[in-house]
């Protein structure tokens, strides 16, 4: 019976909420998805790998960001399956979703944080867009949820920006 259970194959189910474009309201969060796993990693590296004068409140400040990045992941994902889609299997998948980029070298503190503030104001730009498209649709949940998650990134983008000031 166990074996059975398991080898169940996955499918996309289309849930009876009444809620009209699941499908591009997901495809909008997997993008969203895509960029915050992108954005953690680059941010955990930062807290990793930072140096210089002010090496402790940034290492303080990014672990608090990819702590929270974490979280929203899981959150984000959850919402693509509660219409009815699948999140991104890969990191190939996830990167075919993705604005944000890959890092390729180490930076300086100054080039981290300006990459990590960059990232937060895209990832805002396209949460504002979920947060339309979901509103357009009558999508009150995920247009909460990018909002949340909207005035997290544009607050961690002024905080990074403050502290990067000279």
């Known amino acids: 019976m166990t074996s059975a259970v398991l080898k169940a194959e996955p499918k996309i189910d289309q849930p009876q ?14 993008g969203v998805l895509a960029d915050s796993v992108l954005l953690m990693l680059k941010t955990q590296s930062c807290h990793w790998n930072v ?25 984000l994902a959850e919402r693509i ?19 944000l980029s890959e890092e390729e070298r180490l930076r300086p503190a100054s080039g981290m944080l300006a990459q990590l503030i960059d990232d937060h104001e895209t990832l805002a730009r396209r949460l504002r867009e979920l947060a339309a498209l979901a509103g357009d649709h009558g ?28």
């Open 81 to 99: 399956r509660a219409l009815g889609e699948f999140a991104p299997v890969s990191f190939t998948d996830m990167l075919t979703h993705a604005e």
């Open 51 to 75: 140096v210089g004068p002010l090496f402790q409140p940034i290492h303080e400040l990014t672990e608090a960001q990819y702590r929270d990045l974490f979280e929203a992941i899981d959150t």
């Open 139 to 166: 999508d009150g949940a995920t247009e909460d949820l990018a909002n949340a998650r909207l005035a997290f990134h544009e607050q961690a983008a002024w905080m990074l920006r403050a502290t990067a000031s000279d």
């Open 17 to 30: 909420t009444g809620l009209s474009a699941n499908s591009g309201i997901a495809t909008a969060l997997n």
